[in-house]
């Protein structure tokens, strides 16, 4: 039996996509937006083994097929094309070929494999993609590791968020430095299973294919599955991670020693950024963060947590900074789970509103400086058993609507 030696996990708040050693990126502005960059890269030195979880929309895009054809050659990636502006989804035979045509452009650019290209889009649905401009603009792509090309790739991949989004992590395995750094997109049509946007990390950790999809599995069921914005699911998003082995540690495996620490280390990247598309919800004011404990079963700890930050009466409630934790015990009350009322209690950040089945007395005054927190906490106990999960959404606001009523325009 290995040793399970524990490595201390730092987060960098700075941390990007080419923090891990051998990635370069960059974006750029082609034409796909009026004035906005809307073409970026990640490249690899070496080829890298790659994982994804994907959209289950039955819709899925022309760009998500083409990636999963090229991860089906053995899951190794070396880079992937991204444009935002214009999502190539619903695009028929002709957004199929631009996908392939994209994927070897991107290819033919860097002296790379094709079939260790990956590509994605995201934006509007339903518009043909401007090829001109993909092309025009791939030629401008000049990847590199410095800071400004880092957040030059994490603006180009972005629609209606307003601000970028990008973490990364740094740790000890085998002696070797390893780090994971990442990049998302997504502020609307967020509702992961999987999921509703777009996720780009790398790491410079050496682990097989099927290890490294293991591991993004695992962890993205309890960070991007378990945020929402508006219940809705897109047909483009997807995560992927891509680990070139540069690190020079040991191949990881479940029976490493230090498996472990490595999911650790992506699962904290991988809830870093899910939490920063929450609180970028399109109009939102403030992040919701819901913890369930004292479920039956994990199952309905996280659907219970993910039904109280995706109820409309619950987020409108928090944009008005009204404590009516009526609207908890409803969201609660159909997740689709027995619960038994006599034994839940409900906190609105350390202030107790229900207890047990019974209203708490509580400070109006208190409640309305919870709920204007830039984080609004809420915990329930559904006193039934031991699991435990967390939920990220965000408030409802009327800039939702302005945004989305007017989105093609």
């Given at each position: 039996m290995q040793e399970v030696v524990e490595a201390s996990i730092k987060t960098d708040q700075n941390g990007s996509v080419v923090s891990p050693k051998g990635f370069k990126a960059d974006g750029v502005h082609c034409g796909l937006r009026y004035t906005k960059l809307d073409l970026g890269?990640?490249?690899?030195?070496?080829?890298?083994?790659?994982?994804?979880?994907?959209?289950?929309?039955?819709?899925?895009?022309?760009?998500?097929?083409?990636?999963?054809?090229?991860?089906?050659g053995g899951s190794r990636i070396q880079a992937v094309l991204i444009n935002s502006g214009n999502a190539n989804a619903c695009t028929g035979k002709q957004g199929l070929a631009n996908a392939y045509s994209m994927r070897r452009l991107c290819a033919e650019a860097f002296g790379l494999d094709e079939m260790?290209?990956?590509?994605?889009?995201?934006?509007?649905?339903?518009?043909p993609m401007n090829m001109e401009?993909?092309?025009?603009?791939?030629?401008?792509?000049?990847?590199d590791r410095s800071e400004e090309h880092a957040r030059a790739f994490e603006t180009a991949i972005l629609t209606t968020d307003t601000c970028i989004k990008h973490t990364g992590v740094a740790f000890e395995i085998d002696g070797q430095e390893i780090r994971i750094g990442g990049a998302a997109k997504g502020s609307g049509m967020i509702h992961p299973n999987m999921g509703t946007m777009l996720g780009f990390l790398t790491s410079d950790a050496a682990i097989e294919p099927e290890y490294l999809q293991m591991a993004?599995?695992?962890?993205?069921?309890?960070?991007?599955?378990?945020?929402?914005?508006?219940?809705?699911?897109?047909?483009?998003?997807?995560?992927?991670?891509?680990?070139?082995?540069?690190?020079?540690?040991?191949?990881?495996?479940?029976?490493?020693?230090?498996w472990n620490d490595f999911k650790e280390g992506l699962g904290e990247v991988c809830k870093q950024l899910a939490m920063m598309i929450a609180r970028d919800g399109e109009g939102a004011t403030k992040l919701i963060e819901a913890k369930i404990s004292g479920a039956a079963t994990l199952e309905e700890a996280r659907t219970a947590a993910k039904k109280v930050v995706g109820s409309s009466l619950v987020k409108t409630a928090v944009y008005g900074e009204d404590a009516n934790w009526g609207r908890i015990i409803g969201a609660l009350g159909h997740s689709g789970f027995s619960i038994c009322a006599e034994k839940v209690t409900i906190w609105l950040g350390d202030l107790c509103?229900?207890?047990?089945?019974?209203?708490?007395?509580?400070?109006?005054?208190?409640?309305?400086?919870?709920?204007?927190?830039?984080?609004?906490?809420?915990?329930?106990?559904?006193?039934?058993?031991?699991?435990?999960?967390v939920a990220w959404g965000c408030d409802l606001?009327?800039?939702?609507?302005?945004?989305?009523?007017?989105y093609r325009t």
């Open positions: 890269v990640i490249v690899s030195e070496v080829p890298a083994s790659a994982a994804a979880v994907y959209t289950q929309s039955c819709f899925q895009a022309a760009p998500l097929k083409v990636t999963q054809e090229s991860m089906a260790q290209t990956a590509v994605s889009s995201t934006g509007v649905i339903g518009e401009k993909i092309m025009e603009g791939i030629p401008l792509l000049k990847p993004l599995k695992e962890v993205t069921d309890t960070t991007f599955n378990q945020i929402t914005v508006d219940g809705e699911t897109s047909t483009n998003d997807m995560v992927l991670v891509m680990a070139n082995g540069l690190a020079g540690n040991e191949p990881l495996h479940p029976g490493h020693p230090q509103l229900f207890s047990r089945g019974e209203p708490n007395t509580f400070s109006e005054e208190e409640a309305a400086r919870c709920l204007q927190e830039s984080t609004v906490m809420i915990r329930a106990d559904l006193g039934s058993g031991d699991a435990e999960a606001t009327y800039d939702y609507v302005k945004i989305n009523a007017s």
